[in-house]
């Protein structure tokens, strides 16, 4: 793990740096700031796996705000 008092405090790849690369984030309440992959159809996420802030550009596209889930189609009740 890295020094949280650094500014390279976020663990990737086996090296310290300054943030997660896109994709991967540290999930709220993991204190040794070890970046994981966010949910496959997810693009980029914060705070959990499968809170997703975009979506990949294939497969489901649809960034829900309800939820913050992405989505091949929207959900029944929603629209775009």
Known sequence: ??????????????VCQDKCNDGYTVPLGFEDFTCQRCNANCGTCIGDLSFCTTCKSTGKTLLSDVDNKCYSVCPQGVTV
Request: glycine share 8%; proline share 0%; charged share 20%.
């Open 1 to 14: 793990t890295c020094d949280i008092k650094s500014v390279d405090s976020y663990y990737m790849n086996g």
